[in-house]
């Protein structure tokens, strides 16, 4: 057998649509397959490769940290070095009220997390989520999901949730004060690149502090640098309760977490039994990997120049088979009539070099979120592989 027939043998497969690449290397923006192809990547794993594959600075920190030690754990035993000073990076890029960190290993995990403890903190039971949000794949994650399809076969999911829409001040008034918390996407990403206004964060925070309900705002897909700003709540002037984050934060390692003020975590002291337990999250190489990210993020320009970079896809983006692009920096939807128009162009792309999908909820438009390291030449590239792809029809 060879390795793709092993791969759908022995792999669990979790779509009928694996892209049956075998890939040898990975390096900023490209991906290098076994039999000498090189691809151009516009996905980054759904956010996660933010400043490349393989950053110089990433890699460096991994090196270092492997020649100390691998895993110890961090909550309830040892003082360590790499994950307290990934906390104290981490609190640098937020709000001075977001100022103690939880790690843990992935997104679900983190959303598991904030959910426990907006619940113990005020000993309320009900939740409030959103339509067509996707905030994981674990039991709690899918509860607060807002895809029916998604959560039937799984019923009975936690109790007390409910699906509000996404961007509507109207139905805020659900929100009450018998609302732990309402979790949200601040830039909903499997709906496709959806976007509230202004005005609607500025009375959502409104409503959580006249209810004493905690924001919790899942930053997964949209922080460390993916809209423009380090996080996608600073486009909307209002500050989270909590915040989750994950994806881009390892800089291609696994790693999580939720940041809150310490007031609010230290509600998980009063009985550790009952507080949020876990072995592995904050890995230590995940964390001095993460660490890098951090720096290489802010200590660069890769932020300053994502508005320019999105407006050149903007610009280039024009045909008429294209009916819309929703964008904040570079987390972009390209919008087609239909998945039947859509899809023999993302195939094409593919076979002429450039890597892109479609969104879990939303399977008329193309994702672009191309590492923030990519350059004008690159976008220029990736642009005219894409226009030619839908013309080839
Ligand atoms: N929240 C959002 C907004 C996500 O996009 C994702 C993953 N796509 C998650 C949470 C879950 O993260 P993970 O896959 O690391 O569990």
Redesign the pocket.
């Known amino acids: 057998m060879n390795n793709r027939q092993l791969f759908l043998s022995h792999l669990a497969q979790t779509t009928d649509f694996p892209l049956m690449i075998e890939i040898e290397k990975a390096e900023g923006v490209f991906l290098y397959g076994s039999n000498g192809e090189k691809y151009m990547d516009l996905i980054s794993g759904?956010?996660v490769s933010n400043i490349g594959h393989r950053h110089p600075n990433v890699l460096a920190a991994i090196h270092d940290q492997l020649d100390k030690y691998l895993h110890l754990m961090v909550y309830g035993e040892y003082v360590q070095q790499p994950q307290t000073l990934l906390a104290q990076a981490l609190v640098n890029t937020l709000p001075d009220s977001l100022n103690n960190v939880y790690l843990v290993n992935?997104?679900?995990?983190a959303?598991e997390g904030a959910l426990k403890l907006a619940k113990r903190f005020n000993n309320r039971r009900e939740i409030i989520s959103c339509v067509d949000a996707?905030?994981?794949?674990?039991h709690g994650?899918l509860s607060v999901g807002g895809n029916e399809l998604f959560k039937r076969a799984y019923r009975p999911l936690l109790p007390g949730i409910r699906n509000i829409n996404y961007g509507a001040i109207e139905q805020l008034e659900h929100i009450t004060t018998d609302t732990s918390a309402i979790i949200l996407?601040t830039i909903q990403?499997?709906a496709g690149v959806r976007i509230a206004d202004k005005e609607y964060f500025m009375a959502l925070r409104e409503k959580c502090n006249q209810t004493g309900t905690l924001l919790i705002m899942?930053e997964?897909?949209?922080g460390f640098g993916r809209t423009g700003k380090f996080w996608a709540f600073e486009h909307f002037n209002i500050v989270p309760d909590i915040v989750?984050c994950?994806?881009g934060m390892g800089g291609g390692m696994p790693i999580?977490a939720f940041v809150t003020s310490k007031k609010i975590m230290d509600v998980f002291k009063e009985n550790p039994l009952l507080g949020h337990i876990t072995t592995f999250g904050g890995h230590p190489v995940s964390a001095a990997a993460s660490l890098a990210t951090i720096q290489t993020i802010t200590e660069g320009n890769l932020i300053e120049q994502v508005e320019e970079k999105a407006t050149m896809f903007k610009r280039l983006l024009v045909h008429p088979k294209i009916k819309e692009i929703r964008s904040k920096g570079l987390m972009m939807a390209v919008a087609f009539d239909s998945f039947e128009v859509l899809k023999p162009i993302i195939d094409r792309c593919i076979d002429n070099g450039v890597i892109t999908d479609w969104f879990l909820y939303c399977d008329n438009a193309m994702r672009i979120a191309p590492p923030l390291t990519i350059n004008f030449e690159e976008i220029q590239e990736a642009c005219q592989c894409i226009l030619q792809s839908i013309n080839e029809d």
């Open positions: 759904i956010g992935s997104g679900s995990e959303i996707y905030h994981g794949s674990s994650a996407e990403g499997e899942d997964v897909q949209t989750v994950a994806k999580g």
